[in-house]
């Protein structure tokens, strides 16, 4: 059995769930509401206030759903409730970042600036100029939001310069050794 999967998840008192049709589950707290529909090879059962998920057999690609499920709605009821964030830094001379209204704009050494546009559910915060905040409720989208801000420019391995997760350690390379 799945050790994760036979863990309950217990929602906090100020969320609300509900298993519809379809293994679709329709999470709701005080940041908002998240829906998704799960495979119908697991089983999940709301208990007042406990999710239990269950599985029918012990095959290879059940047993993966079974944790995979119960981790997923475990999120769910944490974002709805808490939220996620991720921060980013900007290193390098020059490059920074802002914001215009929602908008995320960034000068990352290019000749033009970088607008980034918040999709649903997402916000952005700049404490500073060189700290980029990612907020929302679903954490795979604030996570993607994430990766898709850092892959604008990356950090380059010479000097470390662009665009790194927070406490991101950056192996930098020794340049050219003139003789």
Same mark, same amino acid.
């Given at each position: 059995m799945s050790r994760i999967g036979r863990l309950p998840v217990e929602l906090p008192a100020n969320v609300t769930a509900e298993v519809n049709p379809g293994n679709e589950v329709v999470v709701k707290g005080p940041k908002g509401e998240l829906r998704q529909k799960f495979s119908n090879k697991v089983e999940i059962k709301l208990d007042g206030n406990v999710i239990h998920v269950t599985r029918a057999s012990d095959d290879k690609q059940i047993r993966a759903l079974h %944790?995979?499920?119960?981790?997923?709605?475990a999120n769910m009821a944490?974002?709805?409730?808490? %939220?996620?964030?991720?921060e980013l830094e900007i290193v390098g001379v020059g490059f920074r970042a802002q914001l215009s209204g929602k908008k995320l704009v960034m000068n990352l050494g290019f000749t033009h600036t970088v607008e980034v546009e918040p999709k649903e559910g997402i916000s952005f915060e700049v404490p500073s100029q060189t700290q980029i905040i990612v907020k929302g409720i679903d954490k795979q989208m604030v996570g993607q939001v994430a990766a898709d801000i850092r892959a604008i420019k990356p950090p380059e391995p010479y000097k470390g310069k662009g665009i790194r997760y927070a406490g991101?350690?950056?192996?930098?390379?020794?340049?050219?050794?003139?003789?």
């Open positions: %944790g995979l499920t119960r981790a997923m709605i944490h974002g709805v409730e808490v %939220g996620y964030s991720k991101e350690y950056v192996a930098l390379k020794e340049g050219k050794s003139g003789m």
